[in-house]
């Protein structure tokens, strides 16, 4: 049911062939046309809300002195705050409304984001003393900076298989 009503959304726009060539059909759930490229394109807009998001969290809760939790939690809200911004701003702009475009942000990024912060939070609570360097420290930063690289790494395998499934940042492309 969702295959063919993201297809006729695409077809009635006119969107063809401005795709790279195996983004093809990826947003619409046939799995061989999904590149590790179209895959990895999806976790890097992912991951420059989540990383902004994630920073600017760290950086509050760091630099206030909150417990390692609080820092935590005010990471992780801001990081799926930023990447849901970041996608509804591209289907704002397509002409769908507020409800719309957060709909498929939701849908877009939800599993994304999760897998992200996993990982990104994992990694600065498992680093000795990252979460207790100060901003001015090079733990911190060194240690930020690897989570996010990790994420990354970890979040593109799992965005290629959603993308294969018509799902994940597939969901945006049936709004381009």
């Known amino acids: 049911m969702e295959h063919s009503a993201h297809t006729g959304h695409h077809a009635e726009h ?5 795709h ?12 061989g046309g999904t590149g590790w490229r179209t895959a990895a394109r999806a976790t890097l807009h992912c991951l420059t809300g989540c990383a902004i998001g994630e920073v600017l969290g760290q950086v509050i809760g760091v ?12 990471s992780i ?10 996608t509804m701003r591209g289907v704002l702009r ?3 409304s507020f409800r719309d475009a957060l709909k498929v942000a939701l849908a ?3 599993v994304s984001i999760l897998v992200m912060e996993l990982i990104d ?3 600065m609570v498992a680093v000795p003393g ?13 240690s930020l900076a690897g989570s996010l690289a990790l994420a990354f790494v970890v979040t593109v395998p799992v965005n290629r298989w959603l993308i294969g499934r018509g799902r994940g940042h597939a969901v945006v492309h049936a709004h381009h």
């Open 121 to 123: 939070n994992g990694v």
């Open 108 to 110: 877009a990024d939800t």
């Open 77 to 86: 809200v801001l990081a799926f705050v930023f990447g849901y911004a970041l």
């Open 63 to 74: 630099g206030l002195g909150l417990h390692n939790g609080a820092t935590v939690a005010l």
């Open 14 to 18: 006119g969107h063809h062939g401005h």
């Open 94 to 96: 397509a002409g769908l």
């Open 20 to 31: 790279e060539p195996q983004a093809g059909h990826a947003g619409h759930g046939h799995g």
């Open 130 to 142: 990252a979460m207790d360097a100060g901003l001015g420290q090079l733990l911190f930063w060194v």
